[in-house]
C-alpha cells in the first residue's frame, strides 16, 4: 500500500460483553464493507447561484479522474488494501462517463433557502432525468451551492444512500469519506489514514 498506513475503528465501539476492554471485540459487532461501490455526483444549477466546482473539477476530486491523487476513491481503496472501491457510476447514458451529473434548477433559489429544500428539488429532477437514483448508484454525493441557511460543511444519514455537502466541501477528501463512511460502515468513530 505504498506510504500509506490506516488505522480503521469501525462498527460497535462499546464492550458489552467480550473484548478487550477499549470497546474493540474483533471482527465480531463490524460492519465492514468491501466490494466496488457505484457513486453519482449531483451538482446543482439553480436560478440564483451554482456549485462552484464544475463537472470536471468534481470528477477529479473525487475519482481522481484528472489526475488528483488525493480523493474518495484513492484513500478508500488505500485504506480497505484493495478491498473497497468507489467507482464513478457510468452506466447511465445521461450521466456520461464521468460520475458527475448537473442538476438544472431553474426555478430554485438557493440564498438563504433551507439546504433541505434543494436537495429534495434537485433528487426529484435527478430522478425525473436519470431514473430511481438507487438503481444506478450505491451512493449519491449531493454537492450544493454555497448561500444556504445556515453555517454547516456536510452531512450524511447512518446506513442511507445520499449525503449532502455544502458547496466546496463537496472537493474536500476528508469530508467524502467522513460522511461516505455513515453511509457504509456505521462508523462509531472515523477510519483514519495517515501519509
Known amino acids: 500500500m505504498d506510504s500509506h498506513s490506516c488505522i480503521s475503528q469501525v462498527g460497535n465501539r ?8 477499549n470497546g474493540n471485540k474483533g471482527n465480531r459487532g463490524r460492519n465492514l464493507q468491501n466490494g466496488v461501490k457505484k457513486v453519482l455526483v449531483l ?4 436560478q ?3 456549485t462552484t466546482a464544475t463537472e470536471t473539477e468534481l470528477a ?9 491523487a488525493v480523493n474518495l476513491q484513492s484513500q478508500y481503496k488505500a485504506c480497505s488494501y484493495d478491498q473497497l472501491q468507489f467507482n464513478a ?5 445521461a450521466v456520461g462517463s464521468d460520475g458527475v451529473y448537473t442538476v438544472q434548477l431553474p426555478t430554485t433559489r438557493v440564498a438563504k433557502a433551507h439546504e433541505w429544500k434543494i436537495v429534495n428539488a434537485a ?20 454537492c450544493l451551492p454555497p448561500g444556504t441557511k445556515g453555517d454547516w460543511l456536510a452531512y450524511a444519514y447512518l446506513n442511507y444512500w445520499l449525503s ?7 472537493r474536500s477528501p476528508s469530508a467524502q469519506m467522513h460522511e461516505i463512511g455513515k453511509l457504509c460502515f456505521v462508523l462509531s468513530y472515523s477510519a483514519l489514514c495517515k501519509h
Do not use: K, P, Q
Not at 43 to 46: E, H, L, M, N
Not at 126 to 131: E, K, S
Open 14 to 21: 462499546g464492550n458489552n460483553g467480550g473484548g478487550n476492554g
Open 43 to 46: 451538482r446543482i444549477v439553480a
Open 48 to 50: 440564483d447561484r451554482s
Open 60 to 68: 477529479d476530486d473525487i475519482f481522481g479522474a484528472s489526475g488528483d
Open 89 to 93: 457510476v457510468t452506466s447511465n447514458t
Open 123 to 142: 433528487r426529484d429532477e435527478a430522478t425525473l432525468r436519470l431514473g430511481t437514483l438507487t438503481d444506478i448508484a450505491d451512493h449519491v454525493m449531493v
Open 164 to 170: 449532502v455537502y455544502n458547496d466546496d466541501w463537496c
